[in-house]
């Protein structure tokens, strides 16, 4: 069974600082990797895909890479903003979607 | 429609009583997929859907727990006879197609207090 762990389980960071935030998993015959972000209260928003014939895929200030070979995952995040507080989560498909406990992220102003 | 909806999006309910959760998925989306997450819990999965067959109801965590979906579209979590311990946000997702290559996406919950 697919096995996936994000470190840390919570950051606290000022703002404006570049951060990165991890995801490994234990079987490394994925077909993508999704990160996703939670707000409190809320449901989850995908934030970026990565293929894994993929390496990197860019949104705006995010920046996500994938080593399949290693089963991990990075989240870089580019001078982060208050608004970037959130949790974030990192799934991997399967015969289901599993997913990492998230990493609680803090940006303080 | 534009994104997955479910509904009632609060719902507070005595223990001992039935409730029923809806989710409609986007249009088109062929899997769906029900989770549970509890206060300040990582998320759990409880049933995935393709089109109207269950493949994977490993999730579900007892026989007061059970789902459908009719017409490869809406689907609905029953709990019966409720607890306090199923208190938690349910979280309905779908995808365009199987789990394996396909992006999903979630709609914004509904949060179940067992009083």
């Known amino acids: 069974k697919q096995e996936v762990t994000q470190i840390p389980a919570a950051l606290s960071v000022p703002e404006g600082e570049n951060l990165v935030l991890n995801c490994s998993f234990t079987?490394?015959?994925?077909?993508?990797l999704q990160w996703f972000r939670q707000d409190p209260g809320k449901g989850l928003t995908s934030l970026l895909l990565?293929?894994?014939?993929?390496r990197e895929q860019t949104s705006g200030r995010l920046n996500a890479s994938l080593d399949k070979s290693s089963g991990r995952s990075t989240l870089y995040i580019a001078a982060s903003q208050p608004g970037d507080s959130a949790t974030y989560l990192c799934?991997?498909?399967?015969?289901?979607?599993?997913f990492g406990t998230g990493t609680s992220l803090t940006v303080i102003p | 429609g534009a994104g997955v909806s479910q509904s009632p999006s609060n719902k507070v309910t005595e223990k001992g009583k039935d409730v029923e959760l809806r989710c409609d998925p986007i249009?088109?989306?062929?899997?769906l997929y029900w989770y549970r997450q509890s206060l300040g819990q990582g998320l759990e999965f409880l049933i995935y859907?393709?089109?109207?067959?269950?493949?994977?109801k490993s999730g579900l965590p007892s026989d007061r727990f059970s789902a459908e979906r009719t017409g490869g579209s809406v689907s609905t979590l029953t709990i019966q006879r409720t607890q306090q311990e199923d208190s938690a946000v349910y979280l309905c997702?779908?995808?365009?197609?199987?789990?394996?290559?396909?992006?999903?996406?979630f709609g914004p919950g509904t949060r179940l207090t067992v009083l």
């Open positions: 997702a779908s995808s365009l197609g199987p789990p394996l290559d396909n992006e999903q996406f």
């Open positions: 079987d490394s015959a994925i077909y993508n």
């Open positions: 990565i293929q894994s014939s993929q």
């Open positions: 799934a991997v498909p399967g015969n289901q979607f599993y």
């Open positions: 249009s088109g989306h062929t899997a």
């Open positions: 859907f393709q089109g109207n067959s269950a493949p994977d």
